[in-house]
């Protein structure tokens, strides 16, 4: 059973460019969240997503970040007109029942995507 | 405001010997504390979690002390190996939330 899988797992845009970030969960698994990680810092999350919903988006910027989590094919996290300060390794992580019904630490992390702003 | 504060930032231990790993939080309504390791390159995974009515949990040669009290708990990796060199991240959360208050990790390294 194939873990989360993100891609690209470096990613290098100029500023102003779209960097498009992309998670596919584990097999079974249709609970998405992205979480960012800064130098130093340990993991904020963005967003929580279902199948064709956005359940909870109370960590994520409110201009140039979008995240979506089609019917079919992985969940997308889209970063408009990227600055510097957007640099950091972005984290999906999937878990196979509702947000609610976990203890609390049953997300399966991916291996992230590093996203470099020149 | 940062709710988890962990420390110490970095951590050098000798192969055999005792690593521990402090975390403190401020919000008296988290009820479920998971550590998560994290290799270079790679995302965070589970490692051990505690729930805050018991005062201690062990998994081989790690384990966990909760001081409900002192809103303290921390993380000892007994015997520690040069494999167990990574970084470490304290989290909590409140019960059903799924979204952990992660503290700034402690980086471990093992010297052989």
């Known amino acids: 059973n194939a873990g989360v899988m993100q891609n690209p797992r470096h990613l290098v845009r100029r500023r102003g460019q779209e960097a498009r970030l992309r998670c596919s969960p584990m097999?079974?698994?249709?609970?998405v969240y992205w979480y960012r990680q800064l130098p130093e810092e340990g993991l904020k999350f963005m967003v929580y997503?279902?199948?064709?919903?956005?359940?909870?988006e109370s960590g994520m910027p409110k201009e140039r970040f979008s995240a979506e989590f089609p019917k079919e094919g992985p969940s997308i996290l889209r970063i408009q007109q990227v600055v510097r300060g957007d640099s950091a390794a972005y984290f999906c992580?999937?878990?196979?029942?509702?947000?609610?019904?976990?203890?609390?630490?049953?997300?399966?992390f991916g291996p992230g995507t590093r996203l470099t702003v020149t | 405001q940062q709710q988890v504060k962990q420390s110490p930032q970095s951590l050098i231990v000798q192969k055999g010997g005792i690593s521990i790993i402090n975390c403190a939080y401020e919000?008296?309504?988290?009820?479920?504390f998971p550590w998560y390791q994290q290799f270079p390159g790679k995302g965070p995974a589970l490692l051990i979690a505690?729930?805050?009515?018991?005062s201690e949990k062990k998994e081989g040669r790690f384990t966990i002390s909760f001081n409900k009290s002192a809103k303290q708990f921390s993380l000892h990796i007994m015997d520690s190996q040069p494999g167990d060199s990574a970084t470490y991240f304290c989290?909590?959360?409140?019960?059903?939330?799924?979204?952990?208050?992660f503290g700034r990790g402690t980086s471990l390294i093992v010297h052989p």
């Open positions: 989290a909590a959360s409140i019960g059903g939330s799924y979204i952990p208050t």
């Open positions: 505690i729930r805050p009515d018991v």
């Open positions: 997503l279902q199948k064709e919903n956005i359940i909870d």
């Open positions: 097999k079974g698994h249709s609970h």
């Open positions: 919000n008296t309504a988290f009820d479920y």
């Open positions: 992580a999937s878990s196979p029942l509702p947000a609610l019904e976990l203890a609390g630490g049953e997300q399966y």
